[in-house]
């Protein structure tokens, strides 16, 4: 989905982050509303260049835009007070202010891969229950027997309760308006990171231990890791060290 | 969380960024500005898409540098990006 193009037929508005420039003097940066498209066609001034499609099966594209003059209205300024052209004192404080839907972003992204790595472990372990080999007296043994197959299935079992358990005590953590902001955002930076390596380990060896099925679009996790190593970087590293 | 969203981690992605970080940004608003209900109930109804454009093709992890102005005028802002780098890079 080409992001800031009318391609789907349905309305988009910006929220663009832009130096406010007042009298000739940068008095730092402010979000405004930016109406970009509407069902057909861009808004004047507004361009937007899609991106080459990434590998992988999601139709999630970016795009650039750009803006050529593009007329606002007072009231596209997102503040309560759209009056207030002052400067801020402590600039970046002010940024980290602006942006900080940023901060409970970076907690909200990894939530899906807890979900994939319990999907995924649910498959390993019923492929391992029902694929067999036959042994030299002809009986069926389930792989399931195998310490190999036990191991990271295990493994990932007890990685998926632990960071199923844990997620709802950092989002409980991130909403308490009492506590402090730098703490909060470390602490959704530290839990993206983990889910996602958690999940970058653990996916890829019980793909391993799926074989040649675990390979196959339909299974899953496959198409799941794609996705993450596509946009891993995106999601481990973005804003991390805008500070 | 729903689990079903782990199946098309790209829809999830653009419901993130519009409903925690276009519809979050803008609802922290909405008491002193109730000008904004109008947008952001077409947002929570989806007839308007979310985006959220902060960082730029130059400006990635140090979008604290962003170079996008809105330089203010008698009637408003101009919105305007001054070179090619200042384009915003985003979904």
Known sequence: ?243 | MDPILCLDLAMFTILAAHVSLAIGTLSRYLQSRPDLNILVDRLLRFDTVGLYLLTERGHGLDAFNIETTATKTDSGFILHTPREEAAKYGL
């Not at chain 1, 197959?149 to 199923?164: D, E, G, Y």
């Not at chain 1, 005590?169 to 959704?188: E, F, S, Y």
Request: net charge positive.
């Open chain 1, 1 to 243: 989905m080409p992001a800031s193009t009318p391609a789907f037929g349905i309305p988009k508005v910006a929220l663009v982050m832009a130096r406010l420039i007042v009298d000739m003097e940068d008095r730092g940066c402010r979000f405004f509303i930016v109406p970009i498209c509407n069902e057909h066609e861009m808004y004047r001034g507004v361009t937007s260049i899609r991106l080459p499609p990434r590998s992988g099966t999601s139709p999630l594209d970016f795009s650039i835009t750009s803006f050529d003059h593009v007329h606002l209205p007072p009231s596209a300024l997102l503040a309560s007070d759209i009056s207030n052209f002052s400067a801020p004192e402590r600039p970046l404080d002010a940024w980290w202010d602006e942006a900080g839907r940023i901060k409970l972003g970076t907690a909200v992204v990894p939530a899906p891969f807890i979900s994939a790595i319990k999907a995924a472990v649910y498959i390993a372990g019923k492929y391992s229950i029902h694929r067999c080999l036959t042994r030299k007296d002809g009986k069926h043994i389930p792989i399931i027997t195998f310490r190999t197959q036990q191991w990271p299935i295990a493994h990932t079992t007890a990685v998926a309760t632990v960071l199923s358990n844990w997620y709802p005590v950092v989002i409980d953590q991130l909403m308490d308006n009492k506590a402090d902001h730098r703490v909060k955002h470390a602490l959704a930076v530290i839990t993206k990171c983990t889910i996602c390596r958690y999940f970058q380990r653990c996916v890829r060896e019980l793909a391993e231990r799926c074989g040649a099925q675990g390979t196959f679009e339909h299974n899953f996790m496959a198409r799941v890791q794609v996705w993450l190593a596509r946009f891993g970087p995106l999601y481990i590293s973005a804003y991390s060290t805008t500070t």
